[in-house]
């Protein structure tokens, strides 16, 4: 079973910055998609970035002028970086890995929460 190994979430004052990260084993290294996505309370599932294998890059219009999105390949591991953090940032966020007509994995999640 493929497990994607998140860290990063937490207790964050506004203004404050986090960094995720998402590693994915090596059994599915190699021409994937990696995302992450946040859902709040009440909420639908949002993307918040996605790098291609080449990294191409795109932001959620929310976030986009305050996140970073950048990828380890011999690794296998996704980062994140999110600064100026608002309480509308609070959510759990997912890692999301997947290769298309091959294989989708999600990681377990990581809650934060922005607040003073």
């Known amino acids: 079973q493929v497990q994607l190994v998140e860290s990063g979430g937490g207790l964050v004052q506004p203004g404050g910055s986090l960094r995720f990260s998402c590693a994915a084993p090596g059994s599915i290294r190699g021409l994937n998609t990696m995302c992450w996505y946040r859902q709040a309370p009440g909420k639908g599932r949002e993307l918040v970035a996605r790098i291609s294998p080449d990294g191409i890059i795109t932001y959620g219009a929310s976030v986009k002028d305050r996140c970073t999105i950048s990828r380890d390949n011999a690794e296998n591991t996704v980062f994140l970086q999110m600064n100026s953090l608002r309480p509308e940032d609070a959510a759990v966020y997912y890692c999301?890995?997947?290769?298309?007509?091959?294989?989708?994995?999600w990681g377990q999640g990581t809650q934060v929460t922005v607040s003073s």
């Open positions: 999301d890995v997947w290769r298309r007509g091959v294989y989708g994995y």
